[in-house]
């Protein structure tokens, strides 16, 4: 009928959305309204690389300010845009206390050791599992090196736990020639949540290691008697 071909004219339905929105008092969005999107979504990225919560958060800010969504890409666009922000924040604020030397000290891990064929990065990450008094040292000698970089703790809470987390997870797990790819600052910014990470892995297998070493002894003295 009349009205359903009336309906089907996609600029009666968009004529009808400007209408509603213009009632509700909303308005069309513009290019202005990206930094908006961006802003948006860099404070819901800082501790998520969610992106739907991301999205969800650059909607609801766009609702705030009564402003009409814009396209799927253009959505898209600032939600990535925002997320990398947020990885930016998030690596100057880890980096932001640390020293040239410490900077250069961080660079230096990424280099293999002379004689040894790892870096020395996969050196101090590698954490003996093998319950040996000589594994003991070993901990205790990465641990030392790890507090030698004089990485405050209190870095840990410029970041937010779950990114910081996010990022320590990768730099246990990426292999040093991936992470040589990074750019500096990320790759800096990794390093040193990973180091603040193994820092609490280090004193835990120490003790774990030196807890089993010591019942192992008593359990060997109360057998020979």
């Known amino acids: 009928g009349l009205f359903e071909r009336y309906g089907a004219r996609d600029q009666t339905r968009t004529d009808h959305a400007r209408d509603v929105a213009a009632v509700l008092g909303f308005r069309p969005p513009s290019r202005a309204d990206l930094s908006l999107m961006i802003e948006a979504a860099a404070s819901a990225a800082w501790s998520t690389e969610e992106g739907e919560t991301i999205v969800l958060a650059m909607i609801a800010a766009l609702r705030e300010a009564k402003i009409m969504l814009p396209p799927p890409v253009t959505i898209e666009r600032a939600a990535v845009t925002g997320r990398a922000k947020a990885r930016k924040l998030t690596y100057v604020a ?3 206390d640390l020293s040239s030397e410490q900077l250069n000290a961080l660079d230096g891990l ?3 050791e002379t004689g040894a064929g790892v870096t020395r990065l996969t050196a101090l990450r590698t954490i003996p599992i093998a319950v040996k008094a000589d594994h003991v040292r070993d ?3 990465q641990l030392r090196a790890v507090r030698e970089l004089g990485i405050d703790p209190s870095t840990a809470t410029r970041a937010h736990p779950d990114r910081l987390a996010r990022l320590a997870r990768e730099g246990r797990l990426s292999p040093s020639y991936l ?6 600052a990320r790759r800096r910014a990794t390093i ?3 180091l603040l990470d193994l820092e609490a892995r280090l004193t835990d297998a120490a003790i774990e290691m030196a807890d089993k070493l010591i019942g192992s002894t008593f359990t060997r003295s109360k057998n020979a008697q």
């Open 110 to 112: 990424a280099r293999v």
């Open 179 to 184: 992470m040589d790819r990074y750019t500096t």
């Open 94 to 96: 880890l980096l932001a």
């Open 139 to 141: 901990i205790l000698a």
């Open 192 to 194: 040193v949540a990973m």
